[in-house]
């Protein structure tokens, strides 16, 4: 398997390319990271492939907040400039600059 890098990075806001939500970006997994039964559950004609990156995300959608899992070839930057209103926004970002979230030196978890 090889491994590729990751085309985002932390502080980074994305959304997804086939469900309407957006989210920052706070974690990175080289490979897929979670069970098994959590990536059979994905309907097998949009299961992404294991060997990507995948991207935990503080994310929102019209409705509500939560955090998601993401593989690479499922999100795309967001270029509407909006901000991120999860309300873990501050346990792991500083502020929003020039389009993306600058990451606190020490997180508070």
């Known amino acids: 398997m090889t491994?590729?890098?990751?085309?985002?990075?932390?502080?980074?806001?994305v959304k997804?390319?086939?469900?309407?939500?957006?989210?920052?970006?706070?974690?990175?997994?080289?490979?897929?990271?979670?069970?098994?039964?959590?990536?059979?559950?994905i309907p097998e004609d949009v299961r992404p492939s294991k060997d990507q990156p995948f991207y935990h995300l503080l994310a929102e959608?019209?409705?509500t907040t939560y955090t998601a899992y993401v593989s690479e070839q499922n999100l795309e930057h967001d270029e509407s400039g909006?901000?991120?209103?999860?309300?873990?926004?501050?346990?792991f970002f500083s502020d929003?600059?020039?389009?993306?979230?600058?990451?606190?030196?020490?997180?508070?978890h």
């Open 3 to 13: 491994i590729r890098t990751a085309k985002f990075s932390i502080g980074d806001i």
């Open 16 to 41: 997804h390319r086939l469900y309407p939500f957006r989210g920052v970006i706070f974690d990175v997994d080289p490979v897929f990271s979670n069970t098994e039964e959590w990536w059979q559950s």
């Open 61 to 63: 959608n019209d409705e």
């Open 82 to 91: 909006r901000p991120i209103s999860h309300p873990e926004i501050g346990d």
């Open 96 to 108: 929003l600059e020039e389009g993306r979230y600058r990451p606190k030196s020490h997180p508070t």
